[in-house]
């Protein structure tokens, strides 16, 4: 069984940044893809950023190209989201996902199957 555990989320002003880690266990990351998807209250869960299992490449939600990096250390098994230039409108509950392919773009949620708790991240104006 997958595990997925999120850490780094916060509080911080526009146009800073965070960087967001996720643990996981029960499934390597240098095989299958993973992903950060994002939550705020009342919606549906939005893609942000994907990376493939083996071949490592990487994709992004428009919203988030050339602020957003994911990416991975294989001999941690854990993925990373680095944040810059933070806008209010990425505030949200950021949520990593594991799938059970290793294929990119892959865009839905109903293509993961195991999900963390999920890290809040605030953005001020």
């Known amino acids: 069984q997958v595990q997925l555990v999120e850490s780094g989320g916060g509080l911080v002003q526009a146009g800073g940044s965070l960087k967001l880690s996720c643990a996981v266990s029960g499934r390597l990351v240098s095989v299958y893809t993973m992903a950060w998807f994002r939550q705020t209250p009342g919606k549906e869960r939005d893609f942000v950023a994907g990376?493939?299992?083996?071949?490592?490449?990487?994709f992004y939600a428009d919203s988030v190209k050339g602020r957003f990096t994911i990416s991975r250390d294989n001999t941690k098994n854990t993925i990373y989201l680095q944040m810059d230039n933070l806008k209010p409108e990425d505030t949200a509950i950021y949520l990593c996902?594991?799938?059970?392919?290793?294929?990119?773009?892959?865009?839905?949620?109903?293509?993961?199957?195991?999900w963390g708790q999920g890290t809040q991240v605030t953005v001020s104006s």
């Open positions: 990376m493939a299992g083996r071949s490592g490449y990487r």
């Open positions: 996902a594991a799938s059970e392919y290793s294929s990119t773009s892959l865009y839905f949620t109903r293509l993961y199957d195991g």
